[in-house]
């Protein structure tokens, strides 16, 4: 078998996350006086980290570091209180978990949700896989597509980076894999179409989570 190991994005590629990030960055525009934004918007806004989706969200004319400081504040407490509402996993992912685990796979998360955020989804939607590491963002780390956080879960999972496949929804994810050596595989089910993925790298598309099996046989 030429794959060894599973690395995954969070964010629209296991979980559907978008409508809680979504009303959390909408109650802190409201609250600022802000135009809110479709929760489709997000799809554009999610896949940098909190910082750059708080940046995203705001008014273009309204980019200074302190507003944007107070409203990332203002988000993870809004998120804090509400990232649970509506997420949920993608359907036809807990089939792939069990495959994958079945077969003996190592798995491991790498994503640019903050750590603890990250940490509470696995354990609210994915603590019935073992997973090796979840690797979030973390303050003084610098986010994906930087190859720092990779190569940290690729040591930790103990196999070559070409013995890896990394899903992702968006051109971050696929850059990601590129800079570290990981197979990019783009998936349909998340936030970014199709072009975006391909154009970021992807060396194949997966419409649906259990396509995945295929590649490891
Ligand atoms: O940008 C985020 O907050 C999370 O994005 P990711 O899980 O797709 O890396």
């Known amino acids: 078998m030429k794959y060894k190991a599973v690395v995954f994005d969070m964010d629209g590629t296991l979980l559907d996350t978008l409508a809680d990030l979504a009303d959390a960055m909408n109650r802190v525009l409201a609250e600022h006086g802000f135009a809110t934004h479709p929760v489709d918007a997000y799809r554009h806004f ?12 705001l008014p273009a004319d309204r980019q200074d570091e302190d507003l944007r400081a107070l409203c990332l504040q203002s988000f993870l407490r809004e ?16 089939e792939l978990l069990d495959a994958l685990a079945a077969r003996k796979i190592p798995m ?10 990250a940490e509470l989804c696995m354990r609210e939607f994915l603590s019935r896989w073992d997973f090796t590491l979840t690797l979030g963002q973390m303050p ?15 040591r930790h999972l103990g196999v070559q980076p070409e013995e890896i496949l990394y899903l992702g929804d968006t051109d971050v994810d696929m850059f990601t894999a590129v800079n570290a050596g990981m197979y990019p595989v783009g998936v349909l089910w998340g ?3 199709e072009r975006e993925l391909l154009d970021a790298g992807a060396a194949v598309i ?3 989570p259990m396509e995945l099996v295929s590649l490891l046989d």
Request: proline share 10%.
């Open 46 to 57: 999610v896949g940098s980290g909190a910082n750059r989706l708080v940046a995203r969200a």
């Open 79 to 94: 998120y804090e209180a509400g990232w649970r509402n509506k997420t949920c996993l993608y359907e036809g992912v807990p």
């Open 108 to 117: 491991a998360v790498l994503t640019n949700k903050p750590q603890a955020f």
């Open 140 to 154: 003084g780390v610098a986010v994906k597509p930087d190859p720092a956080g990779p190569r940290q879960v690729i």
């Open 191 to 193: 936030f970014r179409p």
């Open 206 to 208: 997966l419409r649906h």
